[in-house]
């Protein structure tokens, strides 16, 4: 009997710890920011490995998360939907590029802030953008350099 209420004791133990590591990941993690926030969208050339649930930041400070990544099929263009906290106002002139977190991998959208007065209105759209940079590719180029072109003869 002793045997049986330590494996029920150590299995609520388990079950709590589970659910505190759910709440955990809810509260740092953002969950329902796009219930509260505002929606802004930006279009970039390369988007890399960005997807829903990256971080969208401003001076290395968390504002958002990325909440979808479609292509348009008339431009062939990314467009990257933006959930912004609603006490985050961004400039209207303000520039979105996608940054790389480290070498490892993971990416998230950085905000850089214009000087505008108006403020980006919600469902606006970030002009100004610049996509992901392929760090291997440029690793390769530098490692392997392309073979010089043949003299003409």
């Given amino acids: ?34 219930q509260r926030g505002y929606e802004v969208t930006a279009k970039f050339g390369e988007v890399g490995s960005l997807t829903p649930g990256a971080a969208v930041s401003v001076a290395g400070v968390k ?40 070498l490892l991998g993971g990416v998230h959208v950085a905000i850089g802030a214009g000087g505008a007065a108006e403020d980006l209105k919600p469902g606006g759209e970030i002009e ?11 690793i390769g180029q530098v490692v392997r350099p392309p073979a010089p072109a043949p003299e003409p003869e």
């Fill in 1 to 34: 009997m002793r045997g049986q209420w330590a494996e029920t004791i150590m299995g609520v133990l388990v079950l709590g710890l589970a659910a505190a590591f759910l709440v955990y990941g809810l509260w740092t993690g953002g969950g329902g920011l796009s």
């Fill in 63 to 102: 504002i958002g998360t990325v909440s979808r990544v479609t292509l348009e099929p008339d431009t062939y263009l990314a467009k990257v939907g933006l959930a912004i906290d609603p006490e985050v106002r961004l400039p209207a002139d303000s520039t979105a590029k996608i940054t790389s977190d480290s």
């Fill in 128 to 138: 100004n953008t610049q996509g992901a940079v392929d760090l291997f590719g440029l």
